[in-house]
Nanobody, 124 residues
């Protein structure tokens, strides 16, 4: 069982940067694939944003955010981060941390564990 807790969301202005964090439980955190998804309430499925493998050697991101967002992890702290730069109002969503013991979390179907989400709101 993996328990995930996101922090760091909030209200920012367009063009600002923000980093959200996800703290995970478990002694095997460095073996777990981690990622971030986002969802606009009431508007469709959760959208993949970025993912990273257990030891942090391989990271990947959605084409729509790849130039502005980056994912990283600190296994000593059992924490994964999503750094978001040049935010726009279209980035407004609830951001969810996701984890899988077995596969890169590039789609909702691969996710085994979810965090509760953290709201990111970007104003004009």
């Amino acid at each position: 069982q993996v328990h995930l807790v996101e922090t760091g969301g909030g209200l920012v202005q367009a063009g600002d940067s923000l980093r959200v964090s996800c703290a995970g439980s478990g002694r095997t955190f460095n073996r777990i694939h981690m990622g971030w998804f986002r969802q606009v309430p009431g508007k469709g499925e959760r959208e993949f944003v970025a993912g990273i493998d257990g030891n942090g050697e391989r990271a990947y991101a959605s084409g729509s955010v790849k130039a502005r967002f980056s994912i990283s992890r600190d296994n000593a702290k059992n924490t994964v981060y999503l750094r978001m730069n040049k935010l726009t109002p279209e980035d407004t969503a609830v951001y969810y941390c996701a984890a899988s013991n077995t596969a890169p979390v590039t789609s909702v179907s691969r996710v085994e564990y979810w965090g509760q989400g953290t709201q990111v709101t970007v104003s004009t």
